[in-house]
Structure formats: structure tokens, C-alpha cells
């Protein structure tokens, strides 16, 4: 199992990701929440060597095809090949509202849109000509001088996020690895996430080897009046994506339907902070580890093994460089 990190903002870049290196970890990812994700990986890919730069995630939808292709090939250049290109489709009133862009069969639409993107990079770098006829995405113009400058990384590889069944199905098919939600449990992958990706692999006539299932997990350790401080915030942030309708079918997996939907009257009424109290330590442990550092590494294998090559964790700040190290390392093994 691979260790990655959260990389952050563009200012403290360069040094969370020499510190990532040191510490062992295999990569660093930036998010697209209110900032560019791609600029603190350009930044991060600098000053390192051979730790892994991506996006968790880069709103695919918000973009073209042709915008990001362009993006990442750069990246893949400064980075040697280290890019991991993680995309998530965003919901539709972020992609309408916030980004002005088109929503429509969302799932459908990052097919495609993967597919118009690979069409691109293959006329770059095997020659093809671009000749891409979609139903939401056409490519048919590549002029010698807006081809950029050749390397010998190839293109990076893709990561798709999702949740439901359609994208992770579409993320089997046309994507190099998933990105599960940091809302999830070992449950739903098991019964939920792996059957489709499964069958998205069958479509394309290719199998599990070598495809990534990456995971962000609730993890809450430390010593005890860290823990004890933090499950509080935890509570909150499973009742927020458990009461998004979207996001239902979780939670109803676990038998907690009824729940959801009193946490989503809760949200519709403006009663955030009472939310977090419906949230049972049933449902933290079945969303979240929580144990000290010295349980980590075994809590991990017992809820994870064989089921994700790839988590993202960061070691409590209480921890020294040298312990940090040293719990990184006993995670991977």
C-alpha cells in the first residue's frame, strides 16, 4: 500500500513537499477547493525527486478536454513523469452556478471527455491524427506549431473520483485508478465500489492489475486528548455528507436511511451545529479509524488490505520527524 499526503496551499508548497519526501511518503496531492490544484504541484514537483505530484481532485467538468490536456502534459514534463492526474466531476450547482459550464449525464460527459483528452495526448505523442467526434467534445484541429515540445514520459496516468455506481463503472473503463470519496466506508467498497470499477474493467477488456483504488480515510489518532478533541469535528463532517441526498445511499447501506434524512431536514433548516449529536459512535467507526498511532498500522490493514493500494494520511503534529517516518513506513508494510 502506497502513503500519500495533502500538499495544501501554493505558499508552504515547496516545503510540505521536501518534508513528504524525507518523510517516505509516495505522493502529494493538491485539491481544487478554493484554489488552482495544479500551481502548488508545479511548484512542489521543483524540489523534489521521487515523490508523485497530483490533483485530489482537478473539476474536470469546469474545463475542456483540450485546456487540460495541455496542463497536465506541462506538469508531466517538469514533474519526469510523476503526475497523477486525479479528476472528479464537482456537483451541478458547483459546475453551473460557480463555473458556468454545461451539466448534463455527468458520468457520460467524463467519459468522454477521458477519452477526447487520451485522443489528444496520442496525437502529441504517437502522431495520430486528432480526429475526435463526441457527443458532447470534438477535437479535429491540431496544427504542428500548437503541439508542444516532445518528452519520454508518455502521458500521466488518470484517476477518476466518484461515488455512485455510473462514474465509478465509467472509471473501470476509461481511467488508469479511483479516487474514493473521504466519505466512504471499507462496507461500501467492498460491496459497492469494487463490483462496478470490476465491471468497467470488463468492459474494456482489461482486469484489476495494476489499477489504483486510492482512499482519503477518516483517521483520528494521537494521544488521547487529541483524539478526544478532534472526534467532535469528525461527527460533523459525516453528518454534512450524510445529509447530501447525493450521498444517501451510504448511509442506507449501514441502515441508517432514516438518519440521513433527518440530517438532511436539519441542513434545509440551517441547524448545522445540531447535526454532528445524530451521529452515533456506530457511525464514526464504521466512517472513521480512530486509535492511537501505535494501533495505526494494523487498524489500517484490518479495515483496507486488499482493498486500496493507496491511502492519504498525515501523521498527528504532536509526532517528531523521526516517529512520522517511522509510522509512514509501518503503514506501507
Known sequence: ??????????????????????????????GEVNQDPFLPLAVAAEVTDRIAV?????????????????TADDL????????????????KAHVVRRFSMPWDRPAARMREFVLAMRAIWSSWHDGTPLDFRGEFYRHTLMPPDFVPPHHDFGPPRVLLAGVGDLMTRVAGEVADGFLCH?????RWIRERTLPALREGRRRAGATMDGFEVAGTPFIVTGGDEEIEA?????????????STPAYRD???LHGWGAASEELTALSKAGRWKDMGALISDEMVDAFAIVCGPDDLPARVAERFGGILTRISFVPPAGLGREAAADLVERLRS
Not at 473521504?182 to 471499507?186: D, I, Q
Not at 478532534?230 to 450524510?242: G, L, Q, S, T
Open 54 to 70: 497530483g490533483t485530489s481532485i482537478a473539476v474536470a467538468l469546469a474545463r475542456s478536454p483540450m485546456s487540460l490536456a495541455y
Open 250 to 252: 451510504l448511509f442506507e
Open 230 to 242: 478532534a472526534i467532535p469535528a469528525v461527527r460533523a463532517r459525516i453528518a454534512f455528507y450524510a
Open 1 to 30: 500500500m502506497k502513503i500519500d499526503a495533502t500538499l495544501g496551499g501554493l505558499a508552504d508548497a515547496a516545503a510540505r513537499a521536501r518534508a513528504f519526501e524525507d518523510a517516505g511518503y509516495d505522493a502529494a496531492w493538491a
Open 76 to 91: 508531466q514534463r517538469h514533474s519526469q513523469g510523476r503526475l497523477l492526474l486525479g479528476l472528479g466531476s464537482q456537483v
Open 182 to 186: 473521504g466519505y466512504t466506508s471499507a
